[in-house]
């Protein structure tokens, strides 16, 4: 290759950056959907709801009053005011289903209660419930509605025919008054259908402002649905389609000849009284949105497109791949040959060698030589007699240019080249030095060589603070290879010897050369 080629030009462009911002943001809105498309999960939400028991015990009879709780965290659960409403008069404990041969029982206390907004705090020491999310966000007429909760009928339906109690409930009602709590193994299954919530759904007709009774003062936000529920229910978490808490289940207008229009409290009304009880809880104002039933959002369908495209026109653009743009320093190390010089240590320079290196890498070009040579001594009265020199004695570089302005010729007894390496200690630089010269080398740029730290000022270049811009000069004189120090800040030592500035010390191999704080040691190649 010619060296004077100048550097390759090519109008190759670059679809990669394009391509993987592109796929980035086509996870990124895959993920949302999916998490759009998980809609209601029943068995996830019955984590967190709970039934509540007043159990009633005397030496003649028993029997309890039943309703629906929900968690909201640290302890505290959620329920009716008439639920938990002569609670001194029994046990008042709240239980789960854990598993088909689990429950959990625990004791509960009313922490605060209020008869008009029909909201009843519940303390318990200790429940393994998941807490429920609570949503402040708008509700949607029409949109899809979810109560879970424990239904009177759903008992009625185990029993005998009778009106009275059945077996699994008088179990129950035992279990309330004895003194086993927490999580109890190996349970009945009876007892444990007992425990099992009933999922119910339907759809929000839209919100009103109300009174339970035309006699109480209190006016709320209720929200008008469809889901069926009924005595037991109350006190219960009405969902959302994603899952979060939206209403208390109250009541349902049986005075109205729309039986199914049922009604709870807003949850709003709840995230009130929290508010003013320093009662935390978690809560959101993020719109429920779903995709179910309606296909893969067009959101995909167009981010997918997109991808497409982009692999298109990347996998185009690298059937006509063209070559790349060379930069300067590539172009650089291209004509001069200065990394055939670094890559094979001991190698000779080629003839246009000269730009800076530092470890191995092109750093800039070489300081401009003097322009002019220092006077040459005189010659002697009676010069002798030039005789051909032997073999043993001839130049061996015999195709090197001529010296550069100002360099002595080189001995007949110069080595083939020297080397200097060692390590950068300073934090976040470390990385091996290794620098090779040869006479050849040395020559071309006048026969002195800088060791700095400054690019374009230093030859030989260390990225070290500790070195100063042009911190030594390593030159050739009669085949000996010798280094100064340069009026450095922090000195150049051989051996441990620090070094007068400006006054030459010879290099024999095995020296060790101390510039700053880096040390490099000498050898021949």
């Given amino acids: 290759m010619n060296p004077a080629t100048p550097p390759r030009k090519s109008t190759r462009r670059s679809f990669r950056p394009l391509f993987h911002i592109l796929c ?20 996830k939400a019955e984590q967190g709801v709970v039934r509540v028991i007043i159990a009633m015990k005397s030496s003649s009879s028993m029997g309890y009053g039943s309703g629906s709780g929900f968690y909201i965290g640290e302890n505290t659960l959620i329920t009716n005011h008439h639920v938990i409403d002569g609670a001194d008069k029994g046990k008042l404990v709240v239980a789960r289903k854990v598993s088909s041969n689990q429950i959990e029982i625990v004791d509960a206390s009313v922490s605060w209660s209020d008869k008009e907004l029909d909201i009843a705090i519940l303390k318990v020491d200790g429940i393994g419930c998941d807490t429920l999310t609570l949503s402040e966000a708008p509700i949607e007429k029409g949109s899809q509605a979810y109560a879970i909760g424990f239904p009177t009928a759903a008992d009625a339906s185990r029993r005998s025919g009778s009106d009275k109690i059945g077996p699994s409930e008088v179990e129950f009602i035992k279990l309330a008054y004895s003194s086993r709590r927490g999580v109890l193994d190996n349970v009945d299954k009876d007892l444990v259908q007992f425990l099992d919530p009933t999922v119910s759904s339907g759809e929000v007709r839209k919100t009103l402002i109300r009174k339970w009774t035309p006699q109480y003062s209190t006016e709320l936000e209720v929200i008008d649905h469809d889901v069926n529920i009924g005595h037991g229910n109350s006190g219960g978490p009405l969902f959302d389609e994603c899952g ?4 208390i289940n109250t009541q349902g207008l049986t005075f109205s000849v729309a039986d199914n229009v049922k009604n709870s409290s807003r949850i709003t009304e709840l995230i009130s009284v929290l508010k003013k009880q320093s009662i935390s809880a978690v809560t959101t104002d993020e719109p429920c949105e779903t995709s179910q039933g309606g296909g893969v959002d067009w959101k995909i369908w167009l981010v997918l497109g997109l991808v497409t495209l982009a692999a298109l026109t990347s996998l185009l653009v690298a059937l006509r791949k063209k070559p790349s743009t060379e930069s300067y320093t590539q172009y650089i190390k291209r004509v001069s040959g200065v990394s055939r010089l670094q890559s094979r ?76 390496q060692g390590n950068n200690p300073e934090a976040g630089k470390s990385k091996p030095i290794h620098f090779q010269l ?47 120090d340069n009026g450095s800040s922090n000195s150049t030592s051989v051996n441990g010897k620090r070094l007068t500035p400006n006054q030459p010390m010879p290099l024999n191999p095995g020296d060790h050369i101390t510039l700053g704080e880096v040390s490099l040691s000498f050898a021949l190649i």
């Fill in 24 to 43: 980035l943001l086509s996870l990124g809105l895959i993920c949302s959907c999916q998490e759009e498309q998980e809609g209601f999960d029943a068995k």
């Fill in 244 to 247: 979060r808490v939206i209403g």
């Fill in 345 to 420: 240590p001991g190698s000779l320079p080629p003839t246009n060698s000269g730009p800076t290196w530092d470890g191995g890498q092109i750093v800039n070009s070489p300081p401009t030589p003097p322009a002019s040579p220092p006077p040459a001594p005189p010659a002697p009265a009676n010069p002798p007699t030039p005789q051909a020199p032997s073999a043993a004695e001839a130049n061996p570089f015999p195709q090197m240019p001529a010296n550069a302005a100002g360099a002595p010729p080189l001995a007949t007894d110069t080595p083939n080249g020297w080397s200097l």
């Fill in 438 to 484: 040869t006479p050849e080398l040395i020559q071309r740029y006048g026969g002195n060589i800088t060791i700095g730290r400054k690019p374009g000022i230093a030859h030989l270049v260390i990225d070290n603070t500790s070195i100063s811009k042009a911190h030594a000069i390593i030159s050739l004189i009669n085949g000996q290879l010798n280094i100064r």
